[in-house]
């Protein structure tokens, strides 16, 4: 086994020594497809990205890598993350790319909320509930939880969502949050 190991050893090592016929160092770089029409059937558009032009999912927005854009790829991308999609016509695709142009143009229909302070105290307290609602979800799992046990804990959890719900009827939700959240207040300084 060494034998042949050896040998292609000292083929690699004569294979450097030989002298190259060109002056300049040779780098080659990588040949990558070019996008084709046909790969919008997958959910693909193009984007240029450092002077290299990548598939971007127009339904994800998700830019490939330049050697991602294959048929292959750009089909088991669909089929992996976008299952409701497989099977739709061009006309889905070419519609859900021109919705991508115009809001690139034009920025997101609900970019302007978010410098709405009262838009970001509601959003604050419905990332405050679903936190609340994510932890139950994961107590609820394991080997020593039983139905009275789960019972008890969604039980916990309903009454304190009706609490919530009078708290947000009575418009006290304000001062519910400062005492939940630190990061209210700092939203209060940012936005006076």
Not at 4 to 9: E, G, I, M
Not at 75 to 96: C, I, M, P, Q, W
Not at 164 to 189: H, P, Q, Y
């Amino acid at each position: 086994m060494d034998r042949f190991l050896l040998n292609s050893h000292k083929r690699c090592e004569e294979e450097e020594s030989i002298p190259s016929t060109s002056n300049r160092p040779t780098v080659k770089k990588p040949k990558y497809r070019k996008y084709d029409d046909s790969y919008l059937e997958f959910g693909f558009t193009s984007t240029e990205v450092n002077g290299e032009e990548r598939p971007l999912c127009v339904l994800c927005m998700k830019v490939l890598a330049p050697e991602c854009m294959l048929p292959s790829k750009l089909k088991r991308h669909l089929e992996t993350n976008h299952k409701y999609a497989v099977g739709k016509s061009r006309d889905y695709f070419d519609r859900k790319r021109k919705e991508l142009k115009q809001e690139k143009k034009e920025g997101h229909k609900h970019a302007s909320e978010f410098s709405n302070k009262e838009f970001l105290i509601k959003l604050a307290y419905l990332c405050d509930i679903f936190d609340k609602l994510n932890s139950l979800n994961t107590s609820l799992q394991g080997k020593n939880m039983h139905l009275l046990k789960s019972m008890e804990k969604i039980s916990a959890f309903i009454k304190k969502l009706k609490l919530w719900r009078r708290k947000m009827n009575e418009g006290t939700t304000a001062s519910l949050l400062c005492r939940r959240f630190k990061c209210v207040t700092k939203l209060e300084d940012e936005f006076p």
